[in-house]
């Protein structure tokens, strides 16, 4: 059934994979250089800013927006698996994997500009970043929902 517990989390993560899309991931304010120019990663683009906040150069990062994107199309598909518990779980394993890939894509990509740039600071994660964390907590949660609906079925199977 569509109205499960499950289906919440599951949309949850749609929402929150939109909300990695649409909002920074990463901000880099404080480079320790002396010029005042900052850094801002979205899942469409990385910018680096001079201290007036005039963009002096970009690139893109288009495959962070793709991976986000899956994400957020496999947990859509996966609230309609709802008759097949089996590729319900399996395909929440797989966006756990595609999210985890993300996470780590967000990672290093954030990690190489601050060894170029040499920064003292790390810089900060933003909303982005974090919705990404909730939604593998709550991919975690729908599979564990789902897991438990399969041991349900399985002990009235049992019962009959």
Known sequence: MIQRVQTIFLLLVVIAMGITV????????DTGSGTGDSWSLTAF?????????????????WYLAALATFAGLLALISIF???????????NMINSLV????????????????????AEVAGSYQLGFWAILAAMVCNMLANRFIRKDEALVRSVDRIR
Request: proline fraction near 2%; charge should be positive; glycine fraction near 8%.
């Open 99 to 118: 999210m985890v890939g993300l996470v780590a894509t967000v990672f290093l990509t954030t990690n190489g500009i601050n060894q170029e740039i040499a």
């Open 81 to 91: 698996q709802y008759k097949n518990r089996a590729r319900q779980m399996m395909l």
């Open 22 to 29: 649409g909002t920074p991931l990463w901000e880099q304010v």
């Open 45 to 61: 683009m990385l910018t680096n800013f001079d201290s007036a906040g005039k963009e002096i150069q970009s690139s893109s990062k």
